[in-house]
């Protein structure tokens, strides 16, 4: 028995007629008669006597009839639910660092939209290793992050970018000149800096520790457009991704001499079921960034990176 049948034998019923049953279901009226003769053989019944007016439904029939609405009726109930569950399988948790989503984030999802517009983000704005905790805590579905060690084993990944840090100063700043800069420069003005659990704020501190500097942080914010403003009135400087703040005549963007180059992936749980949502987002990423985009000030690397090949 197959629920077609079933849904075959109510259209029946509804007509008590063969021809204008089938006429309704746009099948042929032998074949129709087939199905229904199927289901009188499957289960020993007879479930309609032949009558010159027509169709009229045995003892058996009506019986019959009974039990298919109900089961027909459940069967409905079920891909409504089955349906709606896939509905709510298409919001992805995701957690993005300010500094890296504000240049790489848009690209993603406008390709995103484009490839599964039913998909939607449900956006934390974390720092990179609040991220990676999130995701191994099944709190996050997927994750931008930077860094500049190896991904975990635990993480799939995809690179999106290699990047260098930067400090941002105003147009008129006495560093404004500069091809490059050192740390201990930087240490020297006041700055304003994402939130402590941020990868740019933790490697600041953590280079500056190996140098014996102290960075003079003014500010922690992951407000861009705030960070934007005191850069360009002159109030501070800040460390941020090549890139991060758009081409502006208002201030400009000098590579650090001691910072290591930064990679920013796209990450998720090696170990979880990907969903089909997430894998759609995996794909408009890779569609996205079909090669790693590398900045123009990053530095020549080995081709055995094990950065880049992990």
Not at 86 to 114: D, E, Y
Request: proline share 5%; with cysteine.
């Amino acid at each position: 028995m197959k629920l077609s049948q079933l849904k075959y034998f109510q259209v029946v019923c509804k007509h008590n007629n063969l021809t204008r049953a089938a006429e309704e279901l746009h099948i042929s009226q032998p074949g129709l008669a087939h199905v229904i003769h199927e289901l009188e053989q499957e289960f020993g019944l007879t479930l309609f006597l032949r009558q010159n007016k027509g169709l009229v439904l045995t003892e058996e029939g009506r019986k019959f009839l009974e039990e298919a609405n109900l089961l027909l009726q459940q069967s409905d109930y079920f891909v409504s639910r089955m349906k709606f569950l896939g509905q709510s399988n298409q919001i992805i948790r995701m957690g993005l660092p300010p500094a890296s989503a504000t240049p790489f984030f848009p690209s993603i999802m406008h390709m995103l939209h484009r490839q599964s517009p039913q998909i939607k983000i449900d956006v934390v704005e974390i720092g990179s290793l609040t991220n990676q905790q999130k995701i191994l805590d099944g709190e996050l579905d997927a994750a931008l992050i930077s860094t500049n060690t190896p991904v975990s084993a635990a993480f799939g990944g995809y690179l999106l970018a290699r990047t260098r840090i930067c400090l941002y100063v105003a147009a008129d700043h006495p560093f404004a000149e500069r091809e490059q800069i050192s740390l201990r420069e930087v240490c020297s003005i006041p700055l304003v800096m994402p939130t402590e659990e941020s990868f740019l704020t933790t490697n600041t501190l953590k280079t500056c520790a190996q140098n014996k500097l102290t960075p003079n942080i003014m500010l922690h914010t992951n407000q861009i457009a705030i960070v934007s403003q005191l850069v360009q009135n002159g109030t501070a400087g800040t460390l941020l991704f090549h890139g991060t703040l758009p081409e502006c005549t208002a201030y400009r963007a000098i590579p650090v001499q001691e910072f290591d180059d930064v990679y920013i992936y796209l990450i998720w749980n090696q170990y979880n079921p990907l969903s089909t949502a997430l894998k759609q987002l995996i794909r408009a990423t890779k569609t996205a960034y079909s090669q790693p985009v590398v900045d123009f000030y990053c530095r020549e690397i080995e081709a055995e990176s094990p950065i880049l090949n992990t």
